[in-house]
Antibody, heavy 122, light 107 residues
Framework: QLQLQESGPGLVKPSETLSLSCTVSGGSISTSTNFWGWIRQTPGKGLEWIGSIYNSGSTYYNPSLKSRVTISVDTPKNQFSLRLTSVTAADTAVYYC??????????????WGQGTLVTVSS | DIQLTQSPSFLSASVGDRVTFTCRASQVFSSSLAWYQQKPGKAPKLLIYPASTLQSGVPSRFSGRGSGTEFTLTISSLQPEDFATYYCQQLNSYPYTFGQGTKLQIK
């Protein structure tokens, strides 16, 4: 059974960088054509797709965050990571990592981490 | 960006009821739509994709249909464990977007 687990600081100061990792267990992060993504959720904006990364290293980001986001993969550690720079209070959210499953030119998120609350505050 | 609007935002219903949620898109796309269920404090759970195929393990009382700009999720006979918030997500084009959700409450 595949499991994903987010980790990282729960509190980040304004203007600093938010860094989270997602550890994948029960399967290899480099398996076939699945790929990996980050999503966040706030009471005000609901669920927001942040970006995704393919095993090839190709990334796709939400244009609303693109200038501040970097997603990367560490295959030996079976992890992928999120960096979000210059955070503000508006970046306070529950952050989820997830797996986009290859279902034939269509890639829903079939496995999710439990989510981690990140608060931006001084 | 493809905007998704879910209706209603809130729905009160009783165990055994049949309920239908709607997800309307701002532009036409194929059936690249997924439905998720989320319970408080938990991650969303994939129910249906693309538009009408049940994820493994999802009860058959859930069904989805639609194409173009209108998609629906129906629960044929509500069970106590179905009271949750439901989201649609389009995976037709980047940026992937979610609807704002429909919260299903017990009447």
């Amino acid at each position: 059974q595949l499991q994903l687990q987010e980790s990282g600081p729960g509190l980040v100061k304004p203007s600093e960088t938010l860094s989270l990792s997602c550890t994948v267990s029960g399967g290899s992060i480099s398996t076939s054509t699945n790929f990996w993504g980050w999503i966040r959720q706030t009471p005000g904006k609901g669920l927001e797709w942040i970006g995704s990364i393919y095993n090839s290293g190709s990334t796709y980001y939400n244009p609303s965050l693109k200038s501040r986001v970097t997603i990367s993969v560490d295959t030996p550690k079976n992890q992928f990571s999120l960096r979000l720079t210059s955070v503000t209070a508006a970046d306070t959210a529950v952050y989820y990592c997830g797996r986009h499953v290859d279902s034939g030119s269509f890639y829903p998120l079939d496995y999710w981490g439990q989510g981690t609350l990140v608060t931006v505050s001084s | 960006d493809i905007q998704l609007t879910q209706s209603p935002s809130f729905l009160s219903a009783s165990v055994g009821d049949r309920v239908t949620f709607t997800c309307r898109a701002s532009q036409v796309f194929s059936s690249s739509l997924a439905w998720y269920q989320q319970k408080p404090g938990k991650a969303p759970k994939l129910l249906i994709y693309p538009a009408s195929t049940l994820q493994s393990g999802v009860p058959s009382r859930f069904s989805g249909r639609g194409s173009g700009t209108e998609f629906t999720l129906t629960i044929s006979s509500l069970q106590p464990e179905d009271f949750a918030t439901y989201y649609c997500q389009q995976l037709n084009s980047y940026p992937y977007t979610f609807g704002q959700g429909t919260k299903l409450q017990i009447k």
